[in-house]
């Protein structure tokens, strides 16, 4: 791990990962005792796994990485009990916590994984999608003229009526529209803390929650539940270091069927509406997907063979159809280094 737990495997010859197959390593090899997995190395008892945020890392003969996971306890990772957290798909960024699940299927002596099987992932398409949030309004203020946009990927009509709107600290508002609130199949749905078109900076609304639940123009949550309270979905927006941070603009996922609380898979909305505040509200988002004039493609922070003052460098790939000019550019960290 990154702290001083470590392991050198000694097998007494080869221990095989066969092609295409998987290897199940364990402090424990004895399945009337370790909960029935079927463990093909024991790395034995001085090497635990935390349960709440640890490290798996994995060196070659020649301490070169060849893996980690990272996992956080719960922050972005999975954190069961009596379950193993599961890669949705060896393809994927194992060290992306939204790359997991919780996994379901009995082993044993009755937790659930699948020790030395293929993963059983079953990654559940979200009833309702937290689609398009205006958040900082400049037509109007913000008391009067944020909204958030729900999209129904379903086959059938939904209805709201009774379901929770929340963020993680204190604010909570539960619909209630006085009769059924559908998101029809395939459609949007508004809600806003003002259903006055002519004050909220002309948006049509469909619901609105009032004046006791805001949205941060920072850092805040939509988080929504329902009849149940269950949830169904949750969007947990940063101010700006990985989401969109607009100012009189929406954010807009890109595609509905994209993870929304990842920040890469925002954008800001460029289409006028109303009073002259930009999104899509009630309809699909206009996201347009810039592709970098320069790509920063290749750095030597560490060079070997001489000194970090004489070797190191990093390369530009221009992406484009057209020679890019770079002199009178500049180079700069988040620091005080820059040079044009």
């Not at 070659?60 to 922050?75: F, M, P």
């Not at 990927?153 to 709107?165: E, F």
């Not at 949830?231 to 101010?239: A, K, Q, S, T």
């Not at 309809?283 to 060079?303: G, K, S």
């Amino acid at each position: 791990d990154n702290d001083f737990d470590s392991h050198v495997i000694n097998n007494g010859g080869p221990l095989v990962i066969p092609a295409g197959g998987f290897l199940v390593l364990g402090n424990n090899t004895d399945t009337t005792t370790n909960g029935g997995a079927p463990v093909a190395y024991s790395y034995g008892s001085n090497w635990f796994l935390s349960n709440s945020a640890d490290e798996v890392v994995l060196l070659d003969a020649s301490l070169t990485e060849i893996d980690r996971v990272e996992y956080d306890g719960g922050i972005a990772f999975p954190d069961p009990t009596g379950a193993s957290m599961a890669l949705q798909d060896p393809a994927l960024d194992n060290n992306v916590g939204a790359n997991w699940c919780t996994a379901t299927t009995p082993f044993g002596d009755g937790d659930f994984g699948t020790p030395g099987g293929t993963n059983d992932c079953v990654i559940p398409t979200p009833e309702v999608v937290i689609n398009e949030i205006m958040q900082n309004p400049s037509a109007v203020d913000d008391s009067a003229g944020e909204w958030f946009e729900l999209y129904n990927p379903t086959g059938s009509d939904i209805d709201l009526d009774g379901w929770t709107i929340k963020d993680n600290d204190s604010d909570s508002h539960v619909i209630n529209n006085g009769g059924p609130l559908l998101i029809p199949t395939g459609g949007y749905l508004v809600l806003s803390n003002n259903a006055d078109s002519g004050t909220n900076g002309g948006v049509n609304v469909d619901y609105s929650y009032g004046s006791g639940w805001y949205l941060s123009n920072s850092a805040d949550e939509v988080i929504l539940l329902d009849t149940s309270l269950n949830e169904i979905d949750r969007v947990e927006y940063d101010g700006g270091p990985v989401f969109p941070d607009p100012t009189g603009a929406s954010m807009a996922l890109q595609d509905p069927a994209l993870d929304n609380n990842v920040g890469t898979n925002w954008c800001t909305a460029t289409t006028p509406y109303g009073d002259g505040d930009l999104g899509t509200p009630g309809a699909d988002n206009d996201c347009v997907i810039q592709t970098p004039d320069l790509v920063i493609n290749e750095i030597m922070q560490n060079p070997a063979a001489v000194y970090d003052s004489n070797g190191e460098w990093f390369e530009l790939y221009n992406p484009t159809a057209s020679d890019i000019d770079i002199n009178g550019w500049t180079i700069m960290d988040l620091d005080y280094d820059s040079h044009v």
